[in-house]
């Protein structure tokens, strides 16, 4: 199994290794929000008094990358499901739930990298570090990204062999919540139910929770919301994906 | 090599139930080659999904190299190689480093996965390839990439699902060689499928035709073409009394004879010995042959006389 586990992870990593700008490139999105959104935003009023707009925006693209991410890792499954790769890695003895887990594994390392280059990129903008917060935020966005990638697959694999139900959910579901999470603009001064919508939106939670915890505000009641919202995506990311796994794509 | 009792499978399709193998019984004997030929939906790719352990069957029992498909699935994918219909090496990575993570996955490690990468490589000529992705191969060389993933690991038995479809001749021939040659080398039992009728016909030592998720038909393309269709002999004559007399002197060589107009067809076991003897019955029998034809069955023949089909027809519906 954990052999197995490390075949996967390497057949995975290998390319990133080989062509590790492509990293950066599936970073386009975030960063360009980042940006052009976080610059405009740092020089418009009223936004949460007394800190930067940095502190308030930066987290929210961090979680934004860890929706894209997975997004692309479920793509990336669902492409080997339609052509014949899949199928043979399926005719050798390779472990079903490495095979899950090592493609886990690799979207977690990724967003480990480009979670800490967002960062680094945004810490001479303005950004203030709080070394244990960062840490948190980022132990909670991997959850996140593991839970979400494990969700994504599962998805990829009930969408065969056409693939249409998969394009269907990631976009009719992945904008609504993000822009419903506050994510890019404050929730605050929207409708009464528009902030209702964003309440019931779990990435509301992770998005408060994460701007908690890089503003040093461990004990925020927003931390162990967001905890929750995290910790039950992973559970059931983890065990859907193994189960689908165990039942044969 | 391979035992099966009453394998059937049937897939829920909205809300009916289709049956795509119906009970198949097969057993193949360690050496052969077996091509299992039929018309598209016959149920073959399914049989082989069940016999690779990627479909568990609704019914019935099989078992594989030596081990329960069921049971003992993990033993099977250890000892079988598969190649399937779609190209098996993924877009985003390089041949080589694809065909070091089959042989990891086969249990290699990382060093003997290496050496046995480049092995295949040189042995299916893929050397100048080894860095390249599949996106820029042409179809013949993907082919042969998935070939090479499929035997990393030296499987006793190969299964391969319509390994040249899709291939120009020459790519097709090319493929085949390889396979031809690999399975002298190294002693394998090959099951392979197949609605090329010609090729079917040339390369496999055992014919299993399969029809409605049924085996219909089980021999050698000679003697499945002796059985099941024959050679027939035709001559023309010049008027009618005459074609009814060279019917006559036929029955002592046929017990299939047609009359139709001024032509004569009769089925015989080997037409290129009956033809002489009959062309010298007529002259006795003061009947002249105008033209004397022999048609050799093609496998083709044979689905038709077993379902009243042509595997053609199906192949351009």
Redesign the interface.
Known sequence: MFRDTATVFSREFVPVLREPLNLVFSMGQPLLFLFLFGSLLSGSPGLAAGESAWQWFVPGILVMLCLTGPLAAGYSLLVELMGGSMERLLVTPLNRTAMLVGRTLKEFVILLVQAVLTIALAVPLGFRLYPLGVLAGLALLVVLGVGLGALSFVLAIKSQPSGQLFWVVTQMLLFPMMLLSGMLLPMDYGPAWLRIAGDVNPVTHVVEAERALFAGRFADISVLYGSVAVVVIAVLGLWLGTRAMRRGV | MIHTEGLAREFRVRRQTVTAVAGIDLHVEPGELVALLGPNGAGKTTLLRML?????PTSGSATVAGCDIHSDA?GV??R?G?I???????????VR??LV??G????LTRARARERADEVLAQLELEPLAQRKPGTLSGGQRRRV?IA??LIHRPGLLFLDEPSTGLDPQSRASIWEHILRLRREQNMTVVLTTHYLEEADRMAERVVVVDHGRVIADGTAEQLKNDLAGDHLTITTENEPDAGAAATAAARFSDEVAVDGLTVRLRVPRAVRAMPEYLRALEAAGVKAVTADITQPTLDDVFLALTGRSLRDDQAA
């Open positions: 690779t352990t990627l479909l568990p993990g994918r250890a079988i598969y399937g219909q779609k190209n098996s090496a993924g877009e985003n990575f390089r480093d694809e993570t089959q990891r996955s086969y249990g998935d993933l499929g």
